[in-house]
Each structure stands twice: as structure tokens, then as C-alpha cells.
């Protein structure tokens, strides 16, 4: 049974930073393109972050970069997402989600597995 947790989450000031984890069982986790999404009640999914098998490259939405950090540990079946400077636009649900293919894109539609998402809220 493939499963995805995530962690992390909570209730920080706009400037600040969170470190979401997601832990993976059930599944391959070093052949799985694994990636977060965020999505705010009554809004379309947003793609945040994205990463490959090895963790050699990473994707960002614009909006994000330079501000968030993907990274993985394939032998804790982890990826996590740092983030800093956090903004109050950055406050909703985040999702990890992981894809069974090479490359998993930035719309969603690849991706098999979801956690069951985590809120971020960033205070101004």
C-alpha cells in the first residue's frame, strides 16, 4: 500500500521559514519523481516543486524560486521542501505527491500517489 506523509506544517510569521517533510512506504521511493503542490480552498492546484530520481534536478514554480528548496533522501524514502521567506500568499494546503515514470511534469496529471496535505499559514 503506497503511502505519503507529510510533516511540518504549522503557523509561522511572514519572513520566516517551515521544512515540510514527506515520507514514503509502499513504493520504490528512488524510481518515483517526486514533487509538492499547494492548493487554496476554491483555487485550481498550484505546481511548487519538483525533483528527480537522483535529486540531480529540481523544478520551481516562479513564484517560489529562490525562496523554496526540494531536496530527497532516497534512503529515509523522503523529500522534503524548505522554505523561507515565507509570504503570506504562500499560506494554503501543500500536497506531496509522487510519480511512477522519470519525469512527473508540473501539472499533476502524472502523478499516481498523494499525501493527504499539510497547512502552511504565514501571519503578516
Known amino acids: 500500500q503506497v503511502q505519503l506523509v507529510e510533516s511540518g506544517g504549522g503557523l509561522v510569521q511572514a519572513g520566516g521559514s517551515l521544512r515540510l517533510s514527506c515520507a514514503a512506504s509502499?513504493?520504490?521511493?528512488?524510481?518515483?519523481?517526486m514533487g509538492w503542490f499547494r492548493q487554496a480552498p476554491g483555487k485550481e492546484r498550484e505546481f511548487v516543486a519538483a525533483i528527480s530520481w537522483s535529486g540531480g534536478r529540481t523544478y520551481y514554480a516562479d513564484s517560489v524560486k529562490g525562496r523554496f528548496t526540494i531536496s530527497r533522501d532516497n534512503a529515509k524514502n523522503t523529500v522534503y521542501l524548505q522554505m523561507n521567506s515565507l509570504k503570506p500568499e504562500d499560506t494554503t494546503v501543500y500536497y506531496c505527491?509522487?510519480?511512477?515514470?522519470?519525469?512527473?511534469?508540473?501539472?499533476?496529471?502524472?502523478?499516481?500517489?498523494w499525501g493527504q496535505g499539510i497547512r502552511v499559514t504565514v501571519s503578516s
Open positions: 509502499g513504493l520504490t521511493f528512488s524510481r518515483y519523481f
Open positions: 505527491a509522487g510519480a511512477n515514470t522519470y519525469y512527473g511534469g508540473r501539472s499533476g496529471d502524472a502523478y499516481d500517489c
